[in-house]
């Protein structure tokens, strides 16, 4: 049972224009979100996150969007550029239930920014 | 200092060998974690000590055994292992439970 889905295996995008990633979850213990950026045999970077009690947080060109009534948030990369290409992982913490104390990742979006 | 280190980078070991990952923080974080990685999957959760005590087994074989020995340190102990177990490992670490996780550059295992 797949918790935190992100259903785009992949996204494409132009350098300079805005990369959107989504992820959709269904876990309602889910108190706080993150997202990850990953390249090819090395650990997740962290790079933005988000308290529930939050709808948008910002950090330079990032910005997090949460939706909790829909159980939706996604990951804006404004202007996206070349670096920007990897994998990028939505990840949830549990506040309680069988979900405590274990942050669950969803599959992963290749986001690919050309020149 | 905000690193994870993790070592050896790259492991070969036999189904018979008995080999020890290894992994180090002195960001004075008291949770830390094993993740395995399977390639174009992600992270999947293996062990939680949070205060250097096992707080999550995620129903892990025991050919896999977990070590803390204090708060920096954090071992994976691997014993009799299937190919399958080839993936890379990653450790990471966190002020506590419920806070953002940091984590190493992983192990790269390969069982023959």
């Known amino acids: 049972d797949q918790q935190v889905k992100q259903n785009s295996p992949s996204l494409s995008v132009q350098e300079g224009r805005i990369s959107i990633l989504n992820c959709d979850y269904t876990?309602?213990?889910?108190?706080?979100f993150l997202w990850y950026k990953k390249y090819p045999a090395e650990g997740p970077t962290f790079l933005i996150s988000?308290?529930?009690?939050?709808d948008k947080n910002e950090d330079g060109r990032f910005t997090v969007f949460l939706n909790k009534s829909a159980k939706h948030l996604s990951l804006h990369i404004v202007p996206s550029q070349p670096g920007d290409s990897a994998v990028y992982f939505c990840?949830?913490?549990?506040?309680?239930?069988?979900?405590?104390?274990?942050?669950?990742f969803g599959q992963g979006t290749i986001l690919t920014v050309h020149p | 200092d905000t690193e994870v280190t993790q070592t050896p980078k790259h492991l070969v070991m036999g189904m018979t060998n008995k080999k020890s990952l290894k992994c180090e923080q002195h960001?004075?974080?008291?949770?830390m974690y094993w993740y395995k990685q399977k390639a174009k999957k992600p992270p999947e959760l293996m062990f939680v000590?949070?205060?250097?005590?096992?707080?999550i087994n995620e129903s892990v074989p025991s050919r896999f055994s977990p070590e803390c020995p204090n708060s920096s340190l954090l071992n994976l102990h691997l014993h009799a292992l299937q190919p399958e177990d080839s993936a890379l490992y990653l450790c990471?670490?966190?002020?506590?439970?419920?806070?953002?996780?940091?984590f190493g550059s992983g192990t790269q295992l390969s069982v023959l």
């Open positions: 990471a670490s966190s002020q506590a439970l419920g806070e953002k996780l940091f």
């Open positions: 876990n309602s213990m889910f108190d706080y």
């Open positions: 988000i308290s529930s009690i939050k």
């Open positions: 990840a949830a913490w549990g506040a309680g239930g069988t979900s405590y104390g274990k942050l669950t």
């Open positions: 960001m004075g974080h008291r949770a």
């Open positions: 000590y949070s205060y250097e005590k096992l707080s």
